[in-house]
């Protein structure tokens, strides 16, 4: 079965940045298999719906939620099987756990996600 570990988040100030992973493992995850998904950054703050923040294609073009474009850069490594959410200019509403899956159809389970808190 699939596993999505996510990592990188922490507590920074309002202005400052993050870099998030997310590697996939597991048998018939990786590899090509990996490589020919899109692949997207979600977030949920508390008592919010999951919302989807920005997606990466096999052949890398990207897409952004309208709140984060311009601050926030997807990118993929498929040779690590592993997506990144580089994140600039944070602000005090980016405050959510990030999680990453595949995208339109999710992967069926969810990783445990990584908290991100800004401070103003």
């Known amino acids: 079965q699939v596993q999505l570990v996510e990592s990188g988040g922490g507590l920074v100030q309002a202005g400052g940045s993050l870099r998030l992973s997310c590697r996939v493992s597991?048998?018939?995850?990786?590899?090509?298999?990996?490589?020919?998904?899109?692949m997207a950054w979600y977030r949920q703050a508390t008592g919010k719906q999951r919302e989807l923040v920005a997606t990466?294609?096999?052949?890398?073009?990207?897409n952004y939620a309208e709140s984060v474009n311009g601050r926030y850069t997807i990118s993929r490594d498929n040779a690590k099987n592993t997506v990144y959410l580089q994140m600039n200019s944070l602000k005090p509403e980016d405050t959510a756990v990030y999680y990453c899956?595949?995208?339109?159809?999710?992967?069926?389970?969810w990783g445990q996600g990584t908290q991100v808190t800004v401070s103003s």
């Open positions: 990466i294609m096999p052949g890398h073009t990207t």
């Open positions: 597991g048998t018939f995850y990786t590899g090509s298999f990996f490589s020919m998904n899109t």
């Open positions: 899956n595949r995208h339109p159809d999710d992967y069926g389970r």
